[in-house]
């Protein structure tokens, strides 16, 4: 499994809100890509991943 570009080892059962906890970041400030599915920040489903799946995680950022 890949998570932002890097390795990351894939455990059985892992879901993506379980994937989020682990890394410490809050689930209503990002959005999240598995493979070609996006989920907005706010609407991010516990799908179960998979050991191919790639994923990318944006974080919202405030700025001017």
């Known amino acids: 499994m890949q998570v932002n570009g890097k390795a990351f080892l894939h455990t059985e059962g892992l879901t993506l809100l379980a994937l989020l906890d682990q890394l410490n970041i809050p689930r209503d400030r ?35």
């Open 30 to 64: 990002v959005a999240v890509m598995v493979g070609e599915q996006v989920f907005p920040s706010g609407h991010i489903e516990d799908v179960l991943l998979k050991p191919e799946d790639v994923i990318e995680i944006v974080r919202a950022m405030q700025g001017g």
